[in-house]
């Protein structure tokens, strides 16, 4: 299995819901990554986890929080959101946090806030 | 912050023509990476080059890496249709294998 996958594919909420966003590889990687990209713009870092704990925190807002809770699952937990966090959020993952990994991405979840 | 800057930043070719995109980017890297990413979907990684390697093939890509001017170029040859997509290439800086993308080139190759 050499895939990323994400869940769910698209999702809509208001500013005031409780959601969350899923990510899970069985590839053994030990590395994953949330990245948030806006329309026609490069993907921008979030958060980075090396074997479950969390290793950058890119000054995200707190309304993001991220969760590793095993080495194949990768959350991310969404609350208060404004409607500028409407974006694509990509989950990514490699063999480790070391230098010259490829990353591999996940299709990504389409959000819409309200 | 963003590292690399791309042009062009679009670019429309016909089957069977080359089509080279240029990447450049403020400071010292490990390595350069491209990305292929199709219409909102997730990205493809395509081929990586360490600061130390001038120039890289794979299959139809060519990569080079000019670390005194701090740019890469990527060369894709005999393009196809299956080929349009937007193209980021990637610094990675530091220790711990963050990636930083460049503004990105929008590839369309018509039949």
């Known amino acids: 299995d050499t895939e990323v996958t994400q869940t769910p594919k698209h999702l809509v909420m208001g500013m005031t819901n409780k959601k969350s966003l899923k990510c899970e590889q069985h590839?053994?990687?030990?590395?994953m990554y949330w990245y948030k990209q806006k329309a026609k713009k490069p993907p921008e870092l979030m958060f980075v986890?090396?074997?479950?704990?969390?290793?950058i925190n890119e000054s995200v807002p707190s309304r993001f929080s991220p969760e590793c809770p095993n080495s194949s699952l990768l959350n991310l937990h969404l609350h208060a959101l404004q409607p500028e966090d409407s974006a694509l959020y990509l989950c990514?993952?490699?063999?480790?946090?070391?230098?010259?990994?490829?990353?591999?991405f996940g299709p990504g979840t389409r959000l819409t806030v309200l | 912050s963003q590292q690399g800057e791309e042009d062009p930043q679009a670019l429309s070719i016909q089957e069977g023509e080359n089509a080279t995109m240029n990447c450049s980017y403020k400071?010292?890297?490990?390595?350069l990476q491209w990305y292929r990413q199709n219409s909102g979907r997730g990205l493809v990684h395509l081929i990586l080059?360490?600061?130390?390697?001038r120039e890289k093939h794979s299959g139809r890509l060519r990569v080079t890496l000019d670390t005194s001017k701090k740019s890469s170029s990527l060369l894709i040859t005999a393009s196809r249709a299956a080929d349009t997509a937007s193209y980021f290439c990637?610094?990675?800086?530091?220790?711990?294998?963050?990636?930083?993308f460049g503004t990105g080139t929008r590839l369309q190759v018509t039949l």
């Open positions: 990514a993952s490699s063999l480790r946090l070391a230098i010259s990994n490829e990353q591999f």
């Open positions: 590839m053994g990687h030990r590395a």
């Open positions: 986890y090396s074997y479950e704990k969390l290793s």
């Open positions: 400071t010292s890297i490990n390595n």
């Open positions: 080059i360490r600061s130390n390697e």
């Open positions: 990637a610094t990675e800086t530091g220790t711990a294998s963050k990636l930083t």
